[in-house]
């Protein structure tokens, strides 16, 4: 089954998962993308790929005709090496991939020359956060409530009030409400956009010609048992 994807990721110095869904969805709207699946990625620091066990199994689950739509590209990863292999990955699947921040489509029919400054931006950046002193100007810091998020709006749009959705999630309604105003979550709720939670699954491998790089060891390690 083909799908379309709002893929987000919570990770110390990005942007808050609403404004992440905010951007997403008002550009999904500008370009008449639907959104079939929402991916939320959550993580208490900034991990290396081959810790991401969740994303790896959302990119082997890839098909072909898929699309995922990001706020921004380092949302992939902010290692340049890192998101070369994903890019090359989603690519392997013939997947879409819509950037929302640079308004771009990284496809098999993408130029690489437009995708080689994107990467030397990210370079650039990851060599200023390594010399920058305190949080990145514009992102939030990480809450407690952060795992809470799709329950939160999910709530709120069956019509609960905050105090009611505090009592659901046993928390402070104060604290509660400070959250939900600071990422813009009653906004979000007001805009009516149905949100849908579905369990990624594996896909098969069998007839399959894999070129992925996080799929290569499974490639050899079944050349192996064949031979």
């Known amino acids: 089954m083909v799908y379309s994807y709002s893929y987000r990721r919570q990770a110390p110095g990005f942007p808050s998962l609403a404004t992440q869904q905010h951007d997403i969805l008002a550009f999904a709207q500008q370009k008449e993308l639907n959104i079939d699946k929402e991916v939320v990625e959550y993580a208490t620091k900034n991990l290396r790929i081959d810790e991401r ?3 790896e199994s ?3 689950s890839m098909v072909d005709g898929n699309t995922v739509i990001v706020a921004f590209l380092s949302i992939l990863s902010d290692r340049a090496e ?3 292999k994903v890019i090359n990955c989603m690519l392997t699947h013939n997947v879409n991939l819509w950037v929302v921040s640079d308004n771009i489509l990284i496809n098999k029919e993408t130029r690489m020359t437009q995708v080689f400054p994107l990467l030397n931006l990210l370079r650039e950046d990851r060599g200023e956060k390594t010399t920058q002193i305190g ?3 514009g992102s939030k810091s990480s809450s407690k409530f952060d795992v809470y998020h799709s329950q939160i709006i999910a709530l709120l749009r069956e019509g609960l009030s905050v105090s009611a959705v ?3 999630l046993e928390v402070s309604r104060s604290s509660l409400k400070d959250y939900i105003e600071s990422r813009g979550i009653k906004e979000l709720v007001q805009g009516g956009w149905k949100q849908t939670q579905d369990t990624v699954g594996e896909r098969g491998m069998d007839n399959i010609v894999l070129v992925c790089p996080f799929e290569e060891a499974k490639v050899k390690q079944k050349e192996g048992e064949i031979a």
């Open 166 to 168: 505090a009592r659901e």
């Open 82 to 84: 890192e998101l070369i």
């Open 58 to 60: 959302f990119l082997r």
């Open 135 to 137: 949080r990145p100007k």
């Open 53 to 55: 066990e969740e994303f």
